[in-house]
């Protein structure tokens, strides 16, 4: 079996092994975007010749991997979703997984996806006051973030504070969410009438779509329906930031946290899809 990484010349056929003809151009405009962005190398790309469709899979996973590992990743995430989505478009959900699992990839959350295909944001009661990150400083937020961390329902957030511990978990939080493009002007602390911390929320700009990174309240204020604040404020930021009139709005919530899948749906957001978050350990994984 012969693997090789993609190159300009052969883009044309990784293309057309990724799905049916009717996809070839929203998947070629999608990996150009992301190459230009730099969230993908055609040299991370790789194609697989001759082989059954099982075993040509786990050759090409555990390529891919070694690869990766090679290059200082500690681990590796893939979704699935229901249902197919551009620009993957996973039909036969089934293999996918069993491939994954095959190549020592495990679920590590399901999520609901949810959209706003409204035109004006939810309206703000007003109670609440927001202050922007850039005026109360990355250390506050982190902290903001910590307290909100606490009694979770989100299963993701909740095995990062079990691994890393409270702060290191929610500094980690901290920076991948900067790593996603965002204004900080965006990301806002919330404080209830009586000038205490009531919650925060991080909108944020990744490629091709807007999405309401993370919101949350701390736990001695929640009950209050804060959170409605909260989304309505994340809301309108995004609404306000986006450039282009058809660039989606798209947010996903654990299906183990359904006060907060409520809440998008109270703040007129529709659910779409839903979402298996897989991942494999690269410093555990031997391939």
């Known amino acids: 079996m012969l693997i090789r990484p993609v190159s300009p010349e052969n883009l044309g056929n990784f293309i057309e092994a990724a799905g049916p003809p009717e996809h070839y151009e929203e998947v070629d405009h999608c990996l150009r975007h992301m190459f230009s962005a730099g969230s993908m190398r055609p040299e991370w790309c790789f ?7 099982a075993a040509v899979g786990r050759r090409l996973l555990s390529h891919a991997l070694d690869a990766a590992r090679a290059l200082g990743a ?5 979704v699935i979703d229901a249902p197919p989505m551009r620009p993957q478009f996973q039909h036969h959900a089934r293999k996918w997984i069993d491939l994954l699992k095959s190549t020592g990839f495990y679920l590590r959350r399901e999520t609901g996806r949810y959209e706003w295909s409204g035109t004006e944001p939810p309206t703000e009661t ?4 927001f202050h922007p990150l850039e005026e109360v400083g990355e250390e506050e937020f982190i902290a903001a973030m910590e307290r909100i961390s606490e009694g979770t329902l989100d299963q993701e957030i909740r095995a990062e504070r079990e691994k890393l511990g409270t702060k290191r978990a929610a500094q980690k939080c901290f920076d991948d969410a900067s790593r996603v493009q965002h204004n900080a002007s965006w990301w806002l602390l919330a404080y209830a009438p009586n000038g205490e911390l009531a919650g925060l929320v991080m909108p944020a700009e990744p490629p091709g779509f807007l999405t309401i990174f993370y919101v949350g309240v701390v736990p001695e204020m929640r009950g209050r329906g804060y959170v409605n604040d909260l989304l309505a404020a994340g809301t309108a930021t995004l609404l306000e930031a986006r450039r282009k009139p058809d660039k989606p709005l798209i947010a996903d919530t654990d299906v183990s946290n359904a006060p907060m899948a409520a809440a ?10 839903g979402r298996q978050e897989y991942a494999v350990d690269l410093s555990a994984a031997q391939m």
């Open 126 to 129: 007003g109670r609440l006051s």
């Open 264 to 273: 998008f749906e109270r703040a007129g957001w529709t659910r779409f899809a």
């Open 47 to 53: 194609m697989a010749e001759e082989g059954d469709y």
């Open 74 to 78: 500690e681990d590796i995430e893939h």
